[in-house]
């Protein structure tokens, strides 16, 4: 027998994340695979709407893109109240700007409907935990995305762990940044959306980028007990979309220490204001006292305590080692699927019952909690404690 197909509202899925992560990459992909498989071996199909206000983008996306993707039109329309409405939505994704999603994502709620967005679920934690509280009081599933669990590079540091590679781990060091183009630079427009670097936009690398470190540290190595921040705005002026220059109000770098509960030290710089030079956008080394391993968003690399040269430090010399050699890179053992569409199909699995889904707006909230602290810890120039220590349960 057939099952019935989810009906899933689409909304953001103009923007970047919605139509390259989200539309393209999860939602067509999985109906190009004939849905998502069920634990009983069934499929489960889906079918989006996509809402928005421009008809003319969502068009482009619904037409044109889902026919080169899929081979057919699927549905679009910008009355959002009118989704909101429909009882035949079952999910409500939102991909939209941070500002707009507290109050969609209420909404859809009190309509009985499941609820999925992504991150942060807001920009302040008592709106993130009035959320996860609506989203409690209604009983609706509800998620939020939490990609970086996915990616190939942290699925192997996480398999590193489980397996005691690391014996004792003593500390986690993140890289996390690139540059992003001021749009001075003649032919270089910028790469990211200019409400990205206006706080009052919702902007900000504290708030884009400690809701994700939350949700990794705490997976990878536990809670967080406290947070020391220095946050910065190193460019003051950007070129907007429309050429025109605006003053950044936001902070585009973050340095943090975090320690956790468990004595490990993690600390994370994210810049968009750094030129890389290592593996990948994101690294995280781990030390241990058997090995330690350097993570990128797909590989991963490690050197055992026995393969640990000794350096000894006399700048009078060329370095005689070069300090790449005696590292491994892991192989790839399995299908790395794309991070979003794995947690989409989840949360699919979740929505008719199929799955567990621990990635829930309350879970969300402790990232935007952490994001907060982080935020008071530069303004107050000092640590702050977690409360209850930060962690990614329902
Ligand atoms: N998980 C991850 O790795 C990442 C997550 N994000 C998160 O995804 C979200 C979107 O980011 P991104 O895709 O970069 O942003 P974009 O600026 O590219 O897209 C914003 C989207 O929001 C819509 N939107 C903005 N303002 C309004 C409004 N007033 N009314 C209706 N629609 C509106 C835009 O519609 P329109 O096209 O009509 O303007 C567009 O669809 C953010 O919350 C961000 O934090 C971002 C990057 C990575
Ligand atoms: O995960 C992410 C990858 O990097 C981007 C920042 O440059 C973030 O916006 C995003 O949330």
Redesign the pocket.
């Known amino acids: 027998m057939n099952l019935e197909p989810l009906k899933i509202a689409m909304h953001g899925v103009t923007g970047r994340m919605g139509t390259n992560q989200h539309l393209i990459r999860s939602i067509l992909a999985i109906i190009r695979q004939g849905g998502v498989q069920l634990s009983s071996g069934q499929w489960q199909p889906i079918e989006p709407i996509l809402v928005g206000r421009n008809a003319e983008k969502l068009k482009r996306l619904a037409v044109t893109v889902a026919t080169e993707e899929i081979g057919r039109s699927i549905e679009w329309t910008t009355d959002l109240d009118a989704v909101l409405e429909d009882q035949s939505v079952d999910i409500f994704f939102d991909a939209s700007s941070t500002q707009m999603r507290p109050e969609l994502l209420r909404k859809a709620m009190q309509q009985g409907k499941s609820v999925y967005c992504e ?1 942060p679920i807001a920009i302040d934690p008592d709106t993130a935990a009035q959320l996860a509280e609506v989203a409690h009081q209604t009983g609706v599933k509800n998620g939020a995305v939490q ?2 669990l996915w990616l190939p590079g942290i699925r192997k540091l996480r398999m590193l762990r489980d397996q005691g590679f690391f014996g004792k781990m003593l500390s986690v060091r993140g890289e996390f940044g690139y540059w992003v183009f001021t749009g001075h630079d003649g032919d270089q427009p910028a790469q ?1 959306p200019s409400w ?1 670097y206006r706080s009052e936009d919702g902007g900000g690398m504290m708030i ?2 400690f809701c ?1 470190w939350e949700y990794l540290i705490n997976d990878l190595f536990g809670p967080v007990e406290r947070v020391l921040a220095h946050a910065t705005t190193e460019v003051p002026e950007r070129i907007d979309e429309s050429g025109a220059a605006y003053r950044c109000t936001a902070d585009d770098a973050a340095y943090a220490i975090f320690a956790l509960q468990s004595g490990v030290t993690c600390q994370f710089n994210s810049s ?1 204001t750094t030129r890389v030079r290592r593996d990948d956008l994101l690294t995280i080394q781990v030390d241990g006292t058997e090995g330690s391993a350097v993570a990128g968003l797909r590989e991963c690399w490690i050197q055992g305590a026995s393969v640990t040269p000794m350096p000894t430090w006399n700048p009078d010399v060329p370095q005689p080692i070069n300090f790449y050699d005696n590292w491994q890179q892991m192989p790839n053992t399995t299908e790395y699927d794309n991070a979003f569409k794995v947690q989409w199909e989840l949360f699919i699995r979740h929505c008719v019952g199929d799955a567990e889904f621990p990635w829930t707006l309350a879970s969300a909230a402790a990232g935007v909690r952490l994001a907060e602290a982080g935020a008071r810890s530069a303004n107050e120039q000092k640590w702050i404690s977690i409360e209850g220590g930060s962690s990614n349960v329902k």
């Open positions: 991150k990609d970086k990211r990205n884009d980028m994700h968009w």
